[in-house]
């Protein structure tokens, strides 16, 4: 019998932006095929220039080494995130001593998929997206102050974009000897069709996740993961491209799971912080944890128009109803078509909708009112003639002769 295995087609574009002084890339990223799976990573460094080059670099030769010396039957979600911890380590006595200002750092998120199902650990604000299904669901949440506040129902998420500490992360490689690296309590099965994002905050700073939906739903069609890449990149650098600028696509050709496999993971990993404790399970929706299955991760986002010319592109991305269950072992059925709610792109011809009535020109009723007000003038005239024939009839204007000859004699 022969053992499964993902089949994937990965590519990767990274660019240095816009921004005049940041032209040095302190963006890193890596696909490497080990017997523990197929590793995706992407590290953003911090620093400055040199040293946050130095840093991404260094992280990402780490966890690569790490994962590739791994015994064969490691658990790989344990061996992803103690990889992720590692490179900590390393970027942090990068740095010298603990007392030094400016230290290097970098932020982290990696992506390890095998017959088990799909990894997912990071440290920072890099990202991890998957679109299935025609919809767009983040897998990781940002460690930053801006996402804390949205947490914790200070800011709305749409405020985030323009506030003060967008910037501020609140974990990273290098910050301290031991980082806490979160890895995703539930396993994700990858399925047939399904797209891997991983970004930088050069992408999600000025791509919103709708407008990455609507590039991979294209990438897809034309079966091009460079495609998306260099969509994502030619999209951040027209909007500014206010940072280095790296993205990963990795599209599932053959999902390749064994028999039995399950998003629960069976070990906690001891490197991985658990989210904060909530409600019992009676609790409300609202307490439920923040990550969650796939199917239930996202709410629902505003739409997006995209008007070019006479045709407006919409992008709507909503939570779809969960993927019909499988048997175990068996490989996930196709998923259902889009449900009208579930829209994932719609073309609207503007230009070929008929015009809409005018009403009557207020100027062509006009001379009528004139003709009206005019009858009405007359009609009082010849009124007020005939009230004063009544006393006295008018005088001819012409002399008749018979009463000039009588006036003589």
Known sequence: MTTPWPRIVVAERTDPGQEPEKQENEDASRYVETHAGHLVVLCDGMGGHSSGREASNLAIE??????????????????????????????????????????PGSTCVGLLMHPGGTEIAHVGDSRIYVVRAGQIWPLTRDHSVVQ?????????????????????????????????????????????????????????DVVADSDLLAISLLAIAAGSPSQLCEQVVQLANARGGPDNITVQAVFVHDPGLRPG?????????????????????????????????????????????LVRGGTMRMSVFRAPPAPPATSPGAEPSPAPPPQPKGVASTLVDVEDEPPPSRPPRRGARLPIGLVVAALGVVALVVGVRRLLGDDEAPAPLVESPAASASSAR
């Open 62 to 103: 780490t966890i690569v080494a790490r994962v590739a010396a791994a015994p064969a039957g490691a658990d790989p979600g344990l061996l992803l995130a103690t990889a992720i911890g590692e490179a900590g380590r390393r970027v942090f006595a990068l740095g010298g001593a603990p007392e030094r200002v400016g230290r």
């Open 148 to 204: 804390e506040m949205i947490h914790a129902g200070l800011i709305k998420k749409e405020e985030a974009a323009g506030h003060p500490d967008s910037n501020k992360i609140t974990r990273a490689l290098g910050m301290k000897e031991e980082v806490e690296v979160e890895l995703r309590p539930d396993i994700v099965l990858q399925q047939r069709g399904d797209v891997f994002l991983t970004t930088s905050d050069g992408v999600t």
């Open 261 to 305: 496999a399950s998003a629960a993971r069976t070990e906690a990993a001891p490197v991985a912080p658990q989210p904060p404790a909530t409600a019992p399970a009676t609790a409300t929706p609202a307490a439920a944890p923040s990550h969650r299955t796939v199917p239930d991760a996202p709410a629902p986002e505003a739409v997006t128009p």
